[in-house]
């Protein structure tokens, strides 16, 4: 059974960092990739950024979070971390890690692209 786990969502003020984890189970990331996405309240659901799978798996990020947030891998926790800096109000929502159902894809900016997904992590940012 496929488990993504998020964690370090919080409450920071604007211009703070973060970073938020997303652990594996059931499969093993560097061979799929993995996206993020962020939903705000009243809002849809936003593509973030994803990391490709393999060694050389490269990143591609939104243009509301290009230059601030990067992408980590740490394949021997199975997990990808998502390091975001100079954080503004409006990066306020909900955070979600997810992970396409084949090996080896090249999943891009559109939900359906993935099949599995984490439960969330809230990210709060004040002005």
């Known amino acids: 059974q496929v488990q993504l786990v998020e964690s370090g969502g919080g409450l920071v003020q604007a211009g703070d960092s973060l970073r938020l984890s997303c652990a594996a189970s059931g499969l093993t990331v560097n061979l799929y990739g993995m996206g993020w996405f962020r939903q705000a309240p009243g809002k849809e659901r936003e593509f973030v950024g994803n990391i490709g799978w393999g060694r050389d798996g490269k990143s591609n990020y939104g243009d509301s979070v290009k230059d601030r947030f990067t992408f980590y891998k740490d394949n021997a926790k199975n997990a990808v971390y998502l390091q975001m800096n100079s954080l503004k109000p409006e990066d306020t929502a909900v955070y979600y890690c997810?992970?396409?159902?084949?090996?080896?894809?090249?999943?891009?900016?559109?939900?359906?692209?993935?099949?599995?997904w984490g439960q969330g992590t809230q990210v709060i940012v004040s002005s």
């Open positions: 997810a992970v396409p159902g084949k090996v080896g894809s090249a999943p891009g900016r559109d939900e359906n692209d993935y099949e599995y």
